[in-house]
Each structure stands twice: as structure tokens, then as C-alpha cells.
């Protein structure tokens, strides 16, 4: 089955500068003590615009629930405000967490979004839900409290079928249209042709990976915050890969922790300060990312230290050089096609800096 040129090549893109593979941006709209979500949001605007001039392939933003240091919890609504700020740089989910949603709404939400941005969408999807089991009862009610994780490929299958217009005579929706539909795209040469997002897988484990190489489909790892398992499901991906009107040959993205500073010190005091966060979300007390003042003073117990070490070992920190070279030990360790880097930190400040610094590492394109 032969790949479709335009859908393939927006999947993959061109490593900038000395970058040896694409480099983008997933960005939590992390929300610091003392700042605000509009705060957070306007960072965003900030770092899509800068990622846009400096040459990142993609921006995704991630679905959250219940996690007040993390303002992104509509995925749809906060790419279309991106948007609106931006011009040439792909736009995604990554993901929206399938399983809190009717596959009609998304396909409606990024049908909307397609038609805003043409050519610029990406539909990530993700079969967790993102929050903790109470949320996610609240997100799918009573008459969904049933469906999830097990329910996730019948759920993808729906929702292709409402992104690319297609139910079969004889199906219960055969009638129903997701409006905006697939937007029509003229090939350089002239022919129009229906154009819809395309769909990546997200994971964290070997499910999705074994699923998307089956289908032919992108796959994007969250290497973040599951680095033992990125090998063998990227390993599994290929092995199970089959090619598709997608994809001829396998295409995995990974999501990577990093954080670079002008100095060493100061990297590490960040990275603390969300270590920190990362260690009462886990014990139960989320909350807005602290300050490195707060996380330098924070008394840690043994067992709190233990998951500080073992978490900022798979944060790529420090200078811009020590960063870069960090990478690219990753990307030769996994062979990812694509390094998707998130810095979370307490101020959008030191976030853009960083994106800043690591672009310079790596000679990407500075603006006019």
C-alpha cells in the first residue's frame, strides 16, 4: 500500500541547522507559584512564536486534568489560539487522552482546527486518561464509566471513520458528519483532494507502539517520564510496522525532558523545582510549580530523594553544549526520528530561555 506523499511529509520533517533529526516542542502550560494560567498561556503564545522562528517542525500541547500547575486541559481551545499567533509550524495534541471524549466531538474539535490552519494539524491521541480515576469518571459520566483503556482501539477505529468521512452503507452513522469535514488540499500540481489531521499514536508502553506499527501509523513515546521502556516499544513499533496509505516505512517520535541554562548550577536548580512538583503529584498533593528557592529548602525524606535522583537522571540538563550532546547520545541510543524536547520549569522565562539556548546549541535558523 503506497503512503500518501502529503500526508507523509507532513509527518516527517527536515532536521534544522546541525540538528541531526527534527526538533519540537511539547509544551505542559506548566503554571508557576505566583503566576497565573493566563500567565502560562501567554508563555505558550511566546514559545510557539519562537519555536516557529527558530525552525522546530512541531508545537503539541497535552491533555491534563485536576493538575493545577499544568493549564492544559482543552487541547482543541488552546491550539486554536496558537493558531491565531502563528503561521508555518505544525500545531498538535499530544495528545488529547481518547477515552474522556466522544469520538464525534474530536473529530468535530480538529476538523475546526484543520480548516483554521490548513496543512498545520496534528491529531495525537492517547489512551490514558490523564488524571486520576475520580476525574476521569467525572470527564465520561455515567454512561461512559464503562469504556476505556480496553475500548481505545474500536474507539480509534470510530473516529477515523468521522475524521475521513467513511462509514460504510448500512452503519448506525452512516447519516452522521463531523462538520468541518476534510478540507480540501490542491497538490502542487493543481489536483484537490480531501486532507484531514494526521493521527499519531501516543504511549508509554508496548500497547499503543504494537498498535500503531499495525496500522502504519506515526508513533510518539513518552520517553519523559517512562525512559526504561522507550527501547523495547520503539523496538516493537518497527517490528510490528506495517506500511499504510499513511507511512511506508515506520516513523517514531520521543518526548524528551529537557533544560538548558547559562550555566550548570542554574539548570540543576531548576530541574529541582519541578522534580519537586513531580514528587507531590505522586504522593497525592499536586500543586503549582514551586520556585528553586522553595525546592532548594524543601526537606526531603530518603524515599522523596530516591525518586528526586532517579527522575532528574532522565532530565537532559545543564549548559547548551551538555544538552546538545545529550540529545544526541538519546537519539543514536533509540533512533528516534524525532526529539520533541519539554522544559518545565517555574518561570515561562527560564522555558523560553531554554528553547533559546538549545536552538543556538544546534545553529538552528534565527529570525530575520
Excluded: C
Excluded at 520533517?13 to 526538533?23: D, E, I
Excluded at 497538490?187 to 493521527?199: K, L
Excluded at 517490528?239 to 496509505?245: A, D, K, Q, V, W
Amino acid at each position: 500500500m503506497a503512503a500518501d506523499d502529503t500526508a507523509a511529509d507532513e509527518i516527517r520533517g527536515t532536521a534544522q541547522g546541525t540538528a541531526p533529526v527534527p526538533l519540537s516542542v511539547l509544551d505542559l502550560v506548566t503554571v508557576g507559584v505566583g503566576r497565573t494560567a493566563t500567565d502560562a498561556l501567554k508563555t505558550g503564545v511566546a514559545l510557539a512564536r519562537l519555536a516557529e522562528s527558530r525552525g522546530f517542525h512541531r508545537y503539541w500541547v497535552a491533555e491534563h486534568h485536576s493538575m493545577p500547575g499544568v493549564a492544559s486541559s482543552s487541547p482543541a481551545v488552546i491550539l486554536a489560539h496558537l493558531a491565531a499567533h502563528t503561521e508555518r509550524i505544525r500545531l498538535g495534541s499530544g495528545g488529547v487522552m481518547l477515552p474522556n471524549h466522544a469520538p464525534l466531538v474530536i473529530a468535530e474539535q480538529f476538523g475546526t482546527l484543520e480548516a483554521m490552519a490548513p496543512g498545520r494539524v496534528d491529531l495525537g491521541l492517547g489512551r490514558a486518561p490523564g488524571t486520576d480515576g475520580a476525574t476521569a469518571a467525572a470527564l465520561r459520566r455515567s454512561e461512559r464509566l464503562n469504556e476505556g483503556a480496553d475500548d481505545f482501539p474500536q474507539q480509534l477505529a470510530e473516529l477515523t471513520r468521522f475524521l475521513d468521512d467513511d462509514f460504510p452503507d448500512g452503519h448506525p452513522y452512516r447519516r452522521i458528519h463531523a462538520v468541518p469535514g476534510p478540507v480540501q488540499a490542491t497538490s502542487p500540481g493543481g489536483v484537490q483532494s480531501p486532507h484531514r489531521p494526521p493521527v499519531w499514536l501516543l504511549g508509554s508502553s508496548g500497547f499503543s507502539a504494537r498498535l500503531a506499527g499495525m496500522l502504519g501509523l506515526p508513533f510518539a513515546f513518552a520517553h519523559h517520564f517512562s525512559a526504561q521502556n522507550t527501547v523495547p516499544a520503539l523496538d516493537l513499533y518497527r517490528e510490528t510496522f506495517r506500511p499504510s496509505e499513511v507511512l511506508d516505512a515506520p516513523y517514531a517520535l520521543i518526548g524528551v525532558s529537557a533544560l538548558a541554562a547559562d550555566d550548570e548550577k542554574e539548570a540543576r536548580r531548576q530541574v529541582l523545582a519541578a522534580a519537586l512538583n513531580m514528587v507531590r503529584l505522586r504522593t497525592g498533593r499536586p500543586g503549582l510549580v514551586p520556585t528553586p528557592e522553595e525546592a532548594e529548602a524543601y526537606p526531603f525524606t530518603p524515599m522523596e530523594q530516591e525518586f528526586v535522583d532517579s527522575w532528574n537522571a532522565n532530565v537532559i540538563h545543564g549548559t547548551p553544549d551538555e544538552v546538545r550532546a545529550g540529545l544526541d547520545d538519546l537519539h543514536k541510543r533509540t533512533g528516534a526520528d524525532e526529539l520533541m524536547l519539554t522544559a518545565n520549569a517555574h518561570s515561562g522565562d527560564v522555558r523560553v530561555r531554554s528553547y533559546e539556548l538549545i536552538a543556538d546549541a544546534y545553529g538552528l535558523p534565527t529570525p530575520a
